[in-house]
């Protein structure tokens, strides 16, 4: 019994310093352009989606969004998302620079809800490419964003055309 | 023996059943905009740092060391990282900051990064982080100037940092 506390001691001990030792050292492979594993993919997406589940619990529901809302946070995102999360009404291509991928939302929509949304905009996702926007968009653009971004795969021809076309103006 | 190799695999089962547990049940913190702790911080770029001097071949920078190729390279840094990594001359990005780990300011801290590791992570980009693969986007001899001119910092010659300027209001 005795040794069996000491093998479990022993692997508690081991197994992260060797985790530690192997990121330490250098031979985690580092670069960008690869795709992350199945596993890794879904071990991360599956933690980040609890997280933002269990951070964002606490946020107010969202203000009512009409489709000035809507559109509004569609001009934000085309102006200031589109570049990682592809292009609103345009062809699916999927982002190979970064890893992980930013998902393609226009083709891929989201499980996220609107509060949530608000939520990763504002705070980030840490070890992705997501930036924190909280310092540079105010509350109701950050709403509006969120309204707009629930709705993204569902929009009719006739509200991509209304945002596409204020930015052209 | 055999009892210290079945609490072994014990202890195994039970970090990984723990970890698992941890990441399901959203314990760990996603957010981006909160500060990186500074052991964490030296960390992560200790790490990356080895994997990098471990993975990018040592190779002689293949362009002239001469102020035409800082010029290249820093017109290309201007149009292209400042955003995050922050401008000659200016403050540091608050949009770089924004990332977690954020975005070095090469301009303040320079790099420890050699011309060759430069060139690498430029063009492979860094995998969990912002900084995106730009092998992509740009050729070869374009991610050599901009390795000679990152490498360069925080010593950048007051000329070549004018020279960059002029050129970019054309």
């Known amino acids: 019994m005795n040794k069996f506390v000491f093998g479990f001691v022993a692997a508690l001990i081991v197994l992260p310093i060797g985790g530690i030792a192997y990121f330490a050292l250098g031979f ?12 890794e ?18 946020v107010p529901s969202p203000p009512a969004a009409n489709d000035d809302d809507v559109v509004a946070g569609g001009k934000l995102y085309v102006l200031g998302c589109q570049g990682c999360h592809g292009e609103l009404g345009g062809a699916y291509q999927e982002d190979t620079d970064l890893y992980p991928a930013p998902p393609q939302l226009p083709h891929a929509g989201t499980q996220y809800s609107e509060p949530e949304l608000y939520w ?40 991509i055309e209304k945002i596409r076309a204020k930015k052209a103006r | 023996m055999k009892n210290f190799i079945a609490g072994f695999l014990a202890g195994i089962l039970v970090l990984i059943i723990g970890v698992l547990g941890y990441l399901r049940l959203g314990l760990l913190d996603a957010r981006s905009d909160a500060a990186i702790p500074d052991w964490t911080a030296r960390f992560l770029y200790s790490g990356i740092h080895a994997s990098v001097r471990r993975t990018a071949p040592k190779l002689q ?77 740009y050729s070869d001899p374009k991610l050599w100037s901009l390795a000679a001119f990152i490498s360069s910092f925080p010593n950048l010659p007051p000329h070549v940092l004018e020279g960059i300027q002029q050129k970019s209001m054309k």
């Open chain 1, 28 to 39: 985690s492979p580092i670069r960008a352009d690869a795709k992350p594993s199945a596993l």
């Open chain 1, 41 to 58: 993919t879904a071990l991360l997406r599956s933690a980040v989606r609890a997280s933002v589940r269990r951070s964002a619990a606490g």
């Open chain 1, 120 to 159: 990763i905009v504002k705070h980030g996702v840490r070890m992705t490419g997501m930036s924190a926007y909280g310092p540079f968009y105010s509350e109701k653009e950050l709403w509006s964003l969120a309204a707009f971004l629930h709705r993204i795969d569902k929009l009719s021809p006739g509200m």
């Open chain 2, 61 to 137: 920078n293949p362009l002239p060391q001469s102020d035409e190729t800082l010029i290249a390279g820093g017109k290309l840094y201007l149009n292209d990282c400042v955003g995050c990594h922050g401008e000659p001359g200016k403050p540091p990005s608050d949009f770089g900051a924004t990332f977690y780990p954020p975005a070095p300011q090469f301009p303040r801290v320079g790099t420890k990064y050699s011309e060759a590791e430069v060139f690498w992570v430029a063009k492979h980009g860094i995998r969990r982080t912002g900084m995106a693969a730009q092998g992509s986007s």
